[in-house]
């Protein structure tokens, strides 16, 4: 009968045992993924959910997590918005500059994904021998419909499915907001990026033509290439030529961190009398965010409220 009991409690063991072992295999096979497919991973790629060390190359998707509160590693230092200036702490990794990534402390973080962005598509490959890589670009010609792809997937991989719609939805409602506003304006815009002692303009579907195309600005010049990422270089002559009612100005060199030129740019006898200058409808617009973070959470909103506040202010 002793026997018997004690060979009893070693099948129980063995049995117990083994349900374990497979529960732990069950539970290492089955973590839930999101197949994330981009302009690079065309064929798709596995991403685990809510992945714990994540290094983001992408400033609008860094200020899309900050905005869903979402954890990250680590990230490149060099031009940070000022926005997201908490990013400066050392209890975050830096990994080099936007387009020269530190690929040894990337690997050494060992991280369960990487974010990036056009600037580092070059790199690519390198990327991903670390970790599954994103890229989180946006399509100027399709601005909001790429936006949302690139905020719902983030949300997807992160489990902020209902903050994201929420988010979303608010930001529809202030875009309709702003396109009615703008529909009943005469005036057309131009948009500039001053860089040193040099001038660009961006038209419809551009890099910043979202300003037109989503928000409704009319385009004082509708000739301008929007596959030119860096603008058609301009002179005074042309402004003085081309006319534009209202003025939006980014700054390149605020942007990163060198110096300011755009008042210089903008704000002499040369252009005095085009009507933006006249009469005062020059917009500056928040450099760091739109050249750096458009595309974000957070970013989208406050560049709405830079564009209804720009064509407001008197």
């Not at 529960?23 to 197949?35: A, F, L």
């Not at 994540?54 to 869903?68: A, N």
């Not at 490149?76 to 997201?84: D, G, I, R, S, T």
């Not at 903008?266 to 005062?280: G, H, I, Q, R, T």
Request: net charge negative.
């Amino acid at each position: 009968m002793k026997k018997w009991i004690w060979m009893m409690t070693v099948l129980t063991a063995i049995v117990v045992l083994a349900a374990c072992g497979n529960q732990e295999k069950t539970e290492g096979t089955n973590e839930e993924t999101v197949t994330v497919k981009d302009m690079l991973n065309k064929d798709g790629v596995e991403i685990k959910k809510n992945p714990k060390k994540v290094v983001v190359f992408d400033m609008g998707s860094l200020d899309t997590l900050d905005k869903l509160g979402v954890n990250v590693t680590a990230l490149p230092k060099q031009a940070v918005p000022a926005y997201l200036s908490k990013y400066e702490d050392d209890k975050y990794k830096n990994v080099g500059g936007l387009k020269e990534p530190d690929f040894e402390k990337i690997a050494e973080i060992d991280p369960d994904l990487i974010i990036i962005q056009n600037r580092q598509a070059d790199a690519f490959a390198e990327f991903k021998k670390i970790a599954p890589t994103i890229m989180m670009n946006v399509d100027h010609a399709n601005y909001m419909e790429s936006y949302q792809k690139n905020v719902t997937t983030l949300g997807e991989i992160f489990e902020k499915e209902d903050q994201v719609k929420k988010e979303l939805a608010a930001i529809d409602e202030k875009v309709k907001a702003l396109k009615e506003q703008t529909k009943e304006m005469k005036q057309n815009g131009l948009i500039i990026m001053a860089n040193d002692s040099k001038m660009s303009a961006f038209g419809p579907q551009s890099r910043y033509g979202l300003i037109h195309d989503v928000f409704g600005i009319k385009p004082a010049d509708q000739k301008l290439d929007p596959s030119d990422r860096h603008g058609k270089s301009i002179s005074y002559e042309y402004m003085v030529k081309t006319n534009p009612d209202y003025l939006f100005v980014i700054d390149r060199g605020a942007a990163i961190g060198g110096e300011t030129s755009a008042k210089k740019l903008v704000e002499n006898d040369y252009v005095k009398s085009v009507k933006a200058v006249k009469n005062n409808n020059v917009v500056y617009l928040s450099s760091d965010m739109w050249y750096l973070s458009g595309g974000g959470l957070e970013s989208m909103n406050a560049m709405i409220d830079e564009v209804k506040q720009g064509i407001e202010q008197k």
